[in-house]
């Protein structure tokens, strides 16, 4: 009887743990996003071009123009910067070892689990709660929020809201 217990209670552990994270992202994953800029709307679709190593996403905007943004496995990795350089149609952004677009590096994503924070472009981002499958962090002493995928493999950012750049957006 006891080890009938404590089979189903090793189950129900490992259950629980596959449910506290959200789905994987693959290749050919799309997220539709609404940027605001300066009181402007744009809605934005990011596809993951390329994800074993380094990261492709391409954008596109109403069909009109894209292009896409490339990181590499050390910034996937270590990363503490957000890029927000604006995209050129037809080109390709390399981002540096220490940029990230639309994601947070791992070791960002492992300090925010195992600290409940993490530091990215040299500001503070405490957990505030869990929502869903969400982390919703705030910015020490700032107006910023972000909303981030639980994901450890691809920590989307999903929302952004209060951007000291003016850059809003939200994933529809």
């Known amino acids: 009887m006891m080890k009938r217990v ?3 209670l090793i189950f129900s552990l490992f259950f629980l743990h596959g449910y506290s994270q959200a789905p994987a992202i693959k290749e050919g994953a799309t997220f539709n996003y609404i940027f605001s800029l300066h009181g402007q709307t744009v809605p934005i679709e990011f596809s993951v071009l390329h994800f074993t190593d380094t990261l492709v996403l391409g954008w596109k905007i109403r069909g009109l123009a894209g292009g896409t943004y490339r990181m590499l496995p050390s910034a996937l990795q270590h990363a503490v910067k957000m890029n927000f350089v604006q995209p050129l149609a037809d080109a390709v952004i ?12 791992t070791d960002a994503f492992k300090k925010l689990e195992k600290e409940h924070a993490f530091v990215y472009d040299n500001t503070v981002y405490n957990l505030k709660e869990r929502e869903g499958d969400m982390l919703h962090v705030t910015a020490k002493d700032e107006t910023t929020e972000w909303w981030i995928l639980n994901n450890p493999a691809f920590p989307l ?3 952004i809201k209060g951007s000291p750049l003016g850059i809003d957006c939200s994933l529809k």
């Open 94 to 105: 390399n981002l540096k070892d220490d940029e990230t677009f639309m994601i947070i590096s």
């Open 6 to 8: 404590i089979c189903l």
């Open 157 to 159: 950012v999903c929302k």
